[in-house]
């Protein structure tokens, strides 16, 4: 089978490749790699040379090496056609995940994600919420425009049909890209401004929601939606001065909106033709009810820490969901599992293949020469959530001290 990953495999040739994205990107296709393998299946991917020429660890039987966006674009046409399916893992931003996809699916191999039409439906950001409310489930209160329309009047409009606090996005776009919270007229203009400089001229203006980010991952066969986890966000919301982030989260969330979060994912997964596979929903639990913001119709980064706190195999879950349109019975977590970037300094390949073998260690910090920090992603497991975040601090802190130390580890 065939997975790739977009940031880590090549999206980025001739450019600079976003560090806190690709600790995510990678995290993730390490992960399903390795769960594929225990499943039995054989594994091809892509990677960009950067990352391969500092070897890390990958368990993927074949790896084609690309330094060229157009050479990663025709080696997943390639290694799609050669394979007996195809997971592709990439951002909804500038319609990637869709083309790929296409790609994909003009080489008749089976392809273990969401259909292109459904993918184009829920990326959407405009299109998703006139179809949530059309179903009934709660959305934000939403203002859509262009971001070439006249800033006074787009102003006022936010001003008298929303107030601030308001969150203000690129229609398509994937986790915080572009994202802003604005609490007054200027900040409005600034916001407008950075989606406009991400290449979107689409833009929505919602009301900002109170309560807790969450969200849930499902496996679908394209009929019927499993509702598998609830999953705690850690996000940064900030203005457009700054960048707003995605920072890692807990799996599994407790709380008392769960069974009405599962049901809501639930009905919006199975209204929607096409999504299939592993998806994820993500919503603001408040205190009545819990409110969609957005569909993710691919792997998510909640992966990397239910695969910890699951009995299944999630690769070989996917595949069955996919291309034997067989759920797994409903299931129950066991323990929590913490996950989460962590900003560090730039290593020496000596440190870094020193990190490289902490079990916590998922993504590792990749050295560059472009920037004095990266970062890294660890993921760690606890009986209970207090010592699965003891357990994250602890690894934290090791780390810092194999790049602080050189690579020597203290004794």
Avoid: W
Avoid at 85 to 93: G, L, M, R, S, V
Avoid at 196 to 210: C, D, F
Avoid at 349 to 378: G, H, K
Avoid at 387 to 409: D, E, M, S, V
């Amino acid at each position: 089978m065939l997975v790739y990953e977009f940031v880590s495999g090549g999206g980025f040739c001739g450019k600079p490749i976003p560090l806190g994205i690709l600790s995510e990107g990678f995290g993730m296709l390490r992960m399903i790699i390795l769960d594929a393998k225990v499943a039995g299946h054989s594994v091809t991917t892509v990677l960009d040379s950067r990352i391969a020429d500092l070897d890390p660890p990958l368990e993927a039987d074949f790896k084609i090496i690309v330094n060229a966006l157009g050479e990663a674009e025709n080696a997943v046409q390639k290694a799609a056609e050669s394979a007996d399916a195809a997971c592709i893992i990439a951002p909804e931003t500038n319609n990637t995940l869709q083309t790929l996809v296409e790609s994909v699916e003009r080489s008749n191999i089976p392809s273990l994600n969401s259909s292109s039409n459904a993918i184009q439906k829920v990326s959407d950001k405009i299109l998703l919420q006139k179809h949530s409310e059309k179903i009934g489930v709660p959305t934000p209160e939403t203002i859509t425009f262009s971001s070439e329309d006249n800033l006074e009047t787009i102003v006022q409009t936010v001003t008298e049909r929303i107030g601030y606090p308001a969150v203000f996005k690129p229609a398509y776009g994937a986790a915080c890209e572009g994202l802003s919270i604005v609490t007054n007229d200027n900040q409005a203009e600034s916001a407008i401004r950075k989606i406009a400089k991400s290449a979107s001229t689409k833009v929505i203006a919602q009301k900002l929601i109170q309560g807790v980010p969450a969200s849930v991952t499902l496996i679908s066969n394209g009929t019927e939606a499993l509702p598998v986890s609830l999953n705690k966000q850690n996000v940064s919301l900030e203005t457009p001065k700054q960048a707003s982030t995605y920072n890692g989260g807990t799996v599994p969330l407790d709380n008392a909106r769960k069974e009405d979060a599962f049901a809501t994912a639930k009905k919006l997964v199975e209204s929607i033709k096409g999504l299939k596979g592993y998806i994820g929903v993500d919503l603001v639990l408040t205190e009545n009810k819990p409110v969609l913001i957005e569909i993710n119709p691919r792997l998510t980064t909640s992966y990397i820490g239910l695969r910890k706190v699951t009995n299944l195999n999630l690769a070989q879950t996917i595949l069955d969901s996919t291309l034997e349109h067989t759920l797994p019975p409903t299931q129950k977590t066991t323990g929590y599992a913490h996950f989460e970037k962590v900003k560090t300094p730039n290593p020496t390949n000596e440190t870094l293949q020193t990190a490289i073998r902490m079990p916590e260690l998922v993504s590792p910090p990749f050295l560059t020469q472009q920037e004095t920090e990266t970062y890294a992603l660890i993921c760690t497991y606890g009986k209970t959530l207090q010592q699965a975040k003891h357990a994250f601090n602890k690894a934290k802190k090791q780390l810092h001290t194999i790049i602080n130390n050189g690579g020597k580890q203290e004794r």
